[in-house]
């Protein structure tokens, strides 16, 4: 069931209509993601991240260029690309297990293999016991485990996480931090994951991309050598922390005062999203 | 501080189960107060015991039984038709915003005429028959049902909808599965309210077109000046009306228990 997690993405340009003029969020981003690469992605706000991910997991559709996972066209959504928002996202009138199996509607598994598949799943993320437990009982962090879980519980050959722990305290986030690597390790899948912390880009991906905004487009690529596990105190992590940083902030600083009157709209584009990317059912 | 501690604790331990009968108790006991010092005539005002011996006889002979089963009945059927169509209707335009572009001006057209302003030409359709009584309470529930159930729709959140996408639900599974979950609450709101709407409509039909029923006897009661037969129907209506009421309370809540846990 589960693909390579080969992405390949192809001069993906992407536009939307701000009062009625077009406003480029993607420039002919080009990316290749390899079969169960850790891969992050981190810039400013309004680059077009977020926008990226979405059109990865088909969630929008409308834009030009190709996404291609595994040789195949992304046209829409699929099981085999699981996505984590920013917020868990879980529905409150159902359980932990409830809401892990809703993401198994659709897969075509018996009763027994769904509920065996839900509950590895929720082992994997750490949180068997809560199972029963409804999403306004778990604090944020146990909230966002049980949303990786649902992301999880198809087996997709790709796992995006849309700046998974940015509402977390940074105890949480750094716990959680590891758990996604292990989980990754674990399952050796393609991961995608989108930040603005360059610490955390730098510490989970085998390759950081650094975006630049306005429009949103591919400004560098840091490859990240250190073997894992990984030490947040290494020293050859935080000299390429740096240099991340300075990719980061020359992207936003290059080109002024253009940059700021860009990623306003962008930002205020970004807050429509949820409208343009679902069809009306 | 001890003070206020003391006076802010004592509002607290008093359950709502001891609140809520505190005002019918005064009302109560002003109304016997009044019928014995006869501040209103008893033909305006008759005492609590009378009213209750009315109840009584009401009860013995078969009247109370008879008409509020009647009345019920109307509503239930009235109620359970016009919530229905209205469910349906409410969800058919909260989904399809097409369909709300068709239908919308003509509902509020419709929505806009007060039930009670249906009765003469709903009684040139169908007579004075059950038919009229049945049509005019699912009108009165069908209006609310309607736009409560549209409202609670849109208002699910469109972060929602997108987990359905991305776990490819149908239409029906988003509908089943997000959606109507989502809405429970505003749903919920427009039942209650188009309950409460049957019962105003049932006892306005009745008043104008009936033999019997809850709202025939209190047309009846006033004519014959048995005041007490009046109010013994009014109780009668309230009481039946509290009670659907705290029934639609108990589903809501089963159907909402994840609050509770």
Redesign the interface.
């Known amino acids: 069931m589960a693909g390579q997690g080969h992405l390949q993405i192809d001069s993906v340009s992407k536009a939307f209509r701000v009062n009625g003029a077009p406003l480029n969020v993607l420039d002919s981003v080009d990316l290749s993601v390899a079969p169960g690469e850790f891969l992050t992605i981190v810039g400013a706000s309004g680059c077009g991240k977020s926008t990226l991910l979405r059109l990865i997991?088909g969630?929008d559709t409308e834009f030009a260029g190709n996404v291609v996972l595994d040789g195949k066209r992304v046209i829409?959504?699929?099981?085999d690309r699981g996505?984590v928002?920013q917020?868990p996202?879980l529905?409150?009138?159902?359980?932990v297990a409830q809401n892990v199996a809703?993401?198994l509607?659709?897969a075509g598994l018996s009763k027994a293999q769904k509920s065996r598949s839900v509950a590895e799943h929720i082992a994997l993320v750490g949180l068997t016991g809560f199972q029963d437990?409804?999403p306004?009982?778990l604090s944020g962090g146990m909230a966002q485990r049980a949303a990786i879980a649902r992301g999880l519980v198809?087996r997709p050959g790709v796992l995006l996480l849309d700046e998974p722990f940015g509402s977390l305290d940074a105890l949480t986030r750094a716990r959680l931090q590891d758990e996604l690597q292990r989980i990754w390790a674990a399952e050796g899948i393609t991961m995608l994951l989108v930040t603005h912390d360059v610490e955390e880009a730098v510490y989970l991906g085998d390759r950081v991309v650094v975006m630049a905004p306005g429009p949103g487009r591919i400004a560098a690529t840091f490859d990240v050598p250190q073997p894992r596990p990984r030490d947040r105190a290494n020293p050859a992590l935080a000299r390429l922390q740096d240099r991340v940083m300075a990719a980061l902030v020359s992207t936003t600083s290059e080109q002024s005062p253009a940059p700021h009157a860009a990623s306003r709209p962008a930002l205020a584009a970004r807050a429509f999203l949820?409208?343009q990317?679902?069809?009306?059912? | 501080m001890r003070v206020a501690k003391i006076s802010a604790r004592a509002w607290l331990p008093i359950p709502p189960a001891i609140i809520a009968p505190l005002f019918p108790i005064v009302l109560l006991a002003l109304w016997s107060v009044s019928a014995r010092f006869g501040w209103l005539p008893p033909q305006i005002l008759p005492s609590p015991g009378e009213v209750w011996a009315a109840l009584l006889d009401m009860a013995h002979s078969g009247d109370l039984a008879g008409n509020a089963g009647i009345s019920l009945l109307r509503v239930v059927e009235g109620f359970a038709a016009g919530s229905v169509l209205g469910l349906l209707l409410g969800v058919a335009m909260g989904?399809?915003?097409k369909t709300e572009d068709y239908v919308k001006p003509l509902f509020t057209a419709f929505a806009q005429v007060p039930t009670l302003g249906w009765i003469p030409f709903l009684m040139l359709l169908v007579g004075i028959g059950e038919p009229l009584k049945v049509l005019v309470i699912a009108k009165a529930a069908f209006v609310p049902v309607t736009l409560n159930t549209l409202a609670g729709i849109r208002a699910v959140?469109?972060?929602?909808?997108?987990?359905?996408?991305?776990?490819?639900?149908?239409?029906w599974?988003?509908?089943r599965?997000?959606?109507l979950?989502?809405a429970?609450p505003p749903i919920f709101t427009g039942l209650r309210y188009g309950l409460t709407h049957a019962w105003n409509a049932l006892v306005a039909v009745e008043l104008l077109a009936s033999a019997e029923g809850l709202g025939y006897l209190l047309v009846w009661g006033r004519q014959m000046f048995w005041l007490d037969t009046m109010m013994a129907a009014m109780l009668i209506i309230g009481i039946v009306g509290f009670t659907l009421d705290r029934i639609m309370a108990a589903v809501e809540a089963r159907l909402?228990r994840?609050r509770l846990?």
């Open positions: 997991a969630l829409e959504p699929s099981l996505l928002f917020e996202r529905f409150p009138w159902l359980t809703l993401g509607l659709n437990a409804y306004h009982l198809n949820p409208e990317g679902f069809r009306p059912i | 989904l399809s915003p959140p469109p972060m929602y909808r997108e987990v359905g996408a991305l776990f490819r639900f149908s239409r599974q988003l509908l599965k997000v959606v979950p989502a429970v909402q994840w846990a």
